[in-house]
């Protein structure tokens, strides 16, 4: 599942007509580089819940075969509900089996490939070093457990849940991280540290400093040095 339902207020005029999933980073819509990625990473089906200018998406990503993709779309309408609702409010297209969530509006060098849970797990988290504009970060990571106490890491946005982790859990607004915190106490929770490239792409500055890394990624790339010298 792609999170792509936020208005993003804090890009200013960048998402006042579009939304921000679709805005370019290193030369392509940030959504269109996670599923280009996602299906090099081998997965095909990809649910993308829409709010802010949701048509705009559809029209512009369709049915997803342009990547060899199946795209479903779930529109939550205004207000978005957050990401736990959103999860909630698609959940019965993910089936019974553990499914991945990234969030639209982040740029990594990530494989974007997490390996099966343990069985006594409900959700394994991707956590990076705290950015300067998070600081205090969110969680703790001890053990492959995440943890609420001790030296903290910044949640980046990309995750590996257990439908069993929402039973039971009306439809609604809701933030991912009242739903993280019973499993995080009772041990159910893994995570993993990334040192690679990570950015959340909440402001204009952010959007242009990844942007300058992507472009510099790309420039370096054997593949484009290759095509240079011939």
């Given at each position: 599942m792609v999170l792509a339902a936020g208005r993003g207020r804090r890009m200013g005029a960048l998402t006042r007509r579009c939304p921000k999933p679709l805005l370019s980073v290193g030369g392509e819509p940030m959504i269109v580089r996670h599923l280009r990625r996602l299906a090099e990473a081998g997965i095909r089906e990809v649910v993308i819940n829409l709010s802010w200018q949701g048509q705009r998406l559809r029209n512009a990503l369709g049915d997803g075969a342009e990547w060899g993709l199946r795209l479903h779309y779930s529109d939550e309408g205004e207000p978005p509900l957050?990401?736990?609702?959103?999860i909630i409010a698609a959940l019965s297209r993910f089936g019974t089996e553990p499914f991945m969530v990234i969030n639209g509006d982040i740029v990594t060098d990530h494989p974007l490939v997490l390996e099966p849970l343990d069985d006594d797990l409900l959700g394994h988290l991707v956590l990076v070093d705290n950015p300067s504009h998070h600081p205090a970060g969110d969680f703790g990571l001890r053990a492959g457990r995440v943890e609420r106490a001790g030296p903290t890491l910044?949640?980046?946005?990309?995750?590996?849940?257990?439908?069993?982790?929402?039973a039971g859990l009306a439809p609604g607004r809701r933030a991912l991280a009242?739903?993280?915190?019973?499993?995080?106490?009772?041990?159910?929770?893994?995570?993993?540290?990334?040192?690679?490239r990570w950015s959340d792409v909440g402001t204009?500055?952010?959007?242009?400093?990844?942007?300058?890394?992507?472009?510099?990624?790309?420039?370096?790339?054997?593949?484009?040095?290759?095509r240079a010298a011939r």
């Open positions: 957050e990401t736990a609702g959103g910044t949640f980046a946005g990309i995750s590996l849940l257990h439908p069993a982790l929402f009242s739903v993280l915190s019973p499993a995080i106490a009772a041990g159910r929770i893994s995570g993993e540290h990334y040192r690679g204009p500055a952010r959007l242009v400093e990844a942007s300058r890394w992507l472009g510099a990624a790309v420039a370096s790339s054997p593949s484009r040095r290759s």
